[in-house]
């Protein structure tokens, strides 16, 4: 059974840093490329970053470039997102998934974790 387990998130205030996590179960296939996304109070979900299955190669939505850094443990079925220089706009629900196809800002999968949310004070 599919399970993504995303936390870390918290209150911040502006320009401070936080590291997300997102561990997968057994079954979770981790091996395969990963995202992050967000969803803001409102509006719809977007994609923030990807990272194949190695770690080697990564990219990033505009918005965050030069500001987040995603990574991954494969012997540990963990990905994470480490986000600096926080802004009030990055407040959201953050959750990870699979990505469609490299290169792609799409997830993979229908299922969702719960998330874990990042609030960033003014």
């Known amino acids: 059974q599919v399970q993504l387990v995303e936390s870390g998130g918290g209150l911040v205030q502006t320009g401070g840093s936080l590291r997300l996590s997102c561990v997968g179960s057994v079954r979770t296939p981790t091996t395969y490329s990963m995202g992050w996304f967000r969803q803001a109070p409102g509006k719809e979900r977007e994609f923030v970053a990807a990272i194949n299955w190695n770690g080697a190669n990564t990219y990033y939505a505009d918005s965050v470039k030069g500001r987040f850094t995603i990574s991954r443990d494969n012997a540990k079925n963990t990905v994470y997102l480490q986000m600096n220089s926080l802004k009030p706009e990055d407040t959201a629900d953050y959750y990870c998934?699979?990505?469609?196809?490299?290169?792609?800002?799409?997830?993979?999968?229908?299922?969702w974790g719960k998330g874990t949310l990042v609030t960033v004070s003014s």
């Open positions: 998934n699979r990505i469609r196809a490299w290169g792609s800002s799409d997830p993979g999968m229908d299922y």
